[in-house]
């Protein structure tokens, strides 16, 4: 077994670079970056990030020459033959060639585009700006990049034994939640923690853990690189980027109106199976079900993420009931901020009464908190978010409005579109 706290002690980023391949990715990346490819790949869009926890300054904790090493050094990735061998080959969800040649011979060529970096207020503004179809691939590793170096400040002054006892405790912390969850009757749970993980050396170890512990209650790792790795399920659907990005280039209220939609219709053009799951929240999910075409009921499943889990699946299994369908017979995934207490809480609710499905992101990857002094490793709430696409501002409104995106007028005018009224605001730990 991999010595990770003498590998942490001796690395530098020469021999442990944060990205090591452009596959260093979340699965539902890719399939949305072939969705993308198809119909929009030409769009301009920018994306950026935003440190929701604003009292953690990163820009005075990450040296910036790092930083920008770290970032060049992912723009002199390219698809390896063996990585697009994987892709092309492999079967994913139950289907061989997920990704059509063309798609692929575009991913073969592909290189992260330019960034920029500049420092404000403490954080940094690191921004990407260019076609959809390229910029979308820096959410995940932008991310992974500045959680990393983040820890790897806090860790650089730390001894061989100090790492020791560090790493020893986190792996008990994690094996111990992982005892608790294999209690679960009918588990089915997946890593969702690449974009804010500690760090890529553990996120593998995390997953090598889980397929022990778990067996066959761990469906998979949304990374790409370590599904390969390992010879497991890479498992991921699609994210709030796309219906932001299809509001944001409607031309009517009318138009916005129908945008969320039009971005299940082509999903379902490219994808089949348990990739045909909703995800309800970007303009809140009880008017996205209501005003939802009926086919949308047809599809898989439901993923629960800003909306509290027990209400949302509750709603969730009125909404099929209302359309006739069995709730027995779906899948609600649940996906917002999980620990092994939330997921008992779920679990203990629904078992039974779904097909229940866990993606456990930053408490799975990141969870170091209180394992170092003032709280310096505990994780924090970063994000990647699309800003603007062809020059139009990008809204998300969410169930949970702690985790609103856009400027103030528009965030009001797609409440008015979206009939949204007034929401309860709820803490955003990861």
């Known amino acids: 077994m991999l010595d990770l706290a003498t590998r942490v002690y001796n690395h530098t980023w020469k021999i442990d670079p944060i990205i ?19 119909r929009h790949r030409n769009v301009s869009v920018t994306f950026g990030i935003q440190n929701r926890t604003s009292r953690v300054r990163l820009a005075d904790l990450i040296d910036p ?15 390896t033959r063996g990585e697009s061998t994987w892709l092309r080959g492999n079967t994913f969800y139950g289907r061989r060639q997920m990704f059509s040649p063309d798609f692929m011979d575009w991913l073969e060529n592909f290189r992260f585009p330019d960034y920029l970096l500049e420092k404000q207020d403490g954080q940094y503004v690191l921004t990407f700006h260019g076609p959809w179809i390229e910029t979308t691939m820096w959410e995940v590793p932008a991310l992974a990049i500045l959680n990393e170096l983040r820890s790897r400040g806090v860790l650089k002054g730390m001894g061989k034994f100090e790492l020791q006892v560090l790493y020893a405790r ?10 608790r969850l294999k209690t679960l009757p009918g588990l089915s749970i997946a890593d969702f923690g690449t974009r804010r993980r500690h760090g890529f050396l553990w996120q593998d170890w ?72 909703i995800l309800p929240d970007t303009y809140g999910t009880t008017g996205f079900l209501d005003r ?23 709603e969730a299994i009125r909404w099929w009931t209302r359309h006739g369908r069995n709730p027995r017979e779906k899948l609600a995934i649940f996906s917002d901020g ?21 993606g456990w992101g930053t408490l799975l990857t990141n969870d170091f908190r209180g394992l170092a002094p003032d709280g310096r490793l505990d994780p924090i709430s970063i994000v990647c978010k699309v800003i603007s696409a062809n020059g139009h501002a990008t809204v998300k409104l969410s169930d949970n409005p702690t985790k609103a995106l856009g400027p103030e007028e528009e965030v009001e005018r797609y409440k008015r579109v979206f009939g949204v009224g007034a929401q309860q605001a709820v803490p955003v730990l990861v």
């Not at 020459?65 to 698809?79: A, I």
């Not at 086919?295 to 800003?306: E, L, N, V, Y």
């Open 170 to 179: 986190a792996m008990t912390r994690i094996w111990e939640k992982i005892e």
């Open 20 to 38: 090591r391949s452009v596959l260093d990715t979340d699965f539902y990346k890719l399939l949305m970056a072939q969705t993308i490819f198809r």
């Open 338 to 358: 999980l620990d092994v207490d939330v997921i008992e809480r779920i679990h203990g609710h629904f078992h039974g009464r779904l097909r229940i499905g866990y």
């Open 65 to 79: 020459g790092e930083l920008r090493e770290q970032l060049d050094h992912c723009r002199s990735l390219r698809l």
């Open 206 to 277: 995390c997953v090598e853990a889980m397929i022990e512990g778990l067996g066959p209650g761990f469906l998979g790792t949304s990374n790409c690189l370590i599904a390969l790795r390992h010879d497991i399920e890479a498992v991921g659907t699609n994210a709030h980027e796309l219906p932001m990005v299809y509001s944001a280039l409607a031309e009517t209220e009318e138009d916005l109106a129908r945008a969320p939609y039009l971005v299940l219709a082509d999903w379902q053009r490219d994808y089949a199976g348990n990739l045909l799951v």
């Open 292 to 314: 939802g075409p009926a086919w949308m009921a047809d599809w898989t499943g439901i993923r629960i993420d800003s909306k509290d889990p027990i209400e949302g699946g509750e």
